[in-house]
C-alpha cells in the first residue's frame, strides 16, 4: 500500500528551493530579475528568503505570477496588507490589545466603587 505525505499547510511560506524551481519553470533568474529591475546583483532578492522585504517579495512573485501573500503567508494579513515587523510589531500588537481589551472605564469605575 502506497502512502504519500501530507499536503503542506495552505498558511505555511514556499521553501525557497520551492520559489527558485517556480521561476526556473517560467525561464527565469534572480539575477535576471535583479537585471530587469537594474540592481547590481541577485543577493538583495536572495535575502527575501531570511527576511521580509516586500518590495523584492514583490518582484519575484509577479516573476512567478502570483500574488507574494500566497508565496509568503506569514508575512501578510488576510486582506494582503503587509504585517507589521520589528519595533513597529511590537508596538501594533500592544495597541491593539490596549484597544481590544474588555475593560472599559465605565467597568474600572465600578469596581472600585463596589
Not at 525557497?16 to 521561476?23: C, F, G, M, R
Not at 535583479?34 to 527575501?48: C, K, M, R
Amino acid at each position: 500500500m502506497a502512502t504519500y505525505p501530507a499536503k503542506k499547510p495552505v498558511n505555511q511560506d514556499w521553501d525557497s528551493a520551492d520559489v527558485k524551481y517556480a521561476l526556473h519553470k517560467k525561464g527565469i533568474t534572480l539575477a535576471g530579475i535583479a537585471e530587469a529591475y537594474g540592481l547590481t546583483s541577485s543577493s538583495t532578492l536572495s535575502s527575501v528568503f531570511t527576511r521580509s522585504y516586500p518590495l523584492n517579495e514583490k518582484r519575484i512573485a509577479d516573476a512567478i505570477g502570483v500574488h507574494p501573500m500566497v508565496i509568503w503567508p506569514s508575512r501578510y494579513n488576510a486582506d494582503g496588507s503587509i504585517k507589521p515587523r520589528g519595533f513597529r510589531a511590537v508596538q501594533f500588537n500592544a495597541t491593539a490589545l490596549a484597544r481590544n481589551s474588555k475593560t472599559t472605564a465605565a467597568d474600572s469605575k465600578s469596581r472600585k466603587a463596589a
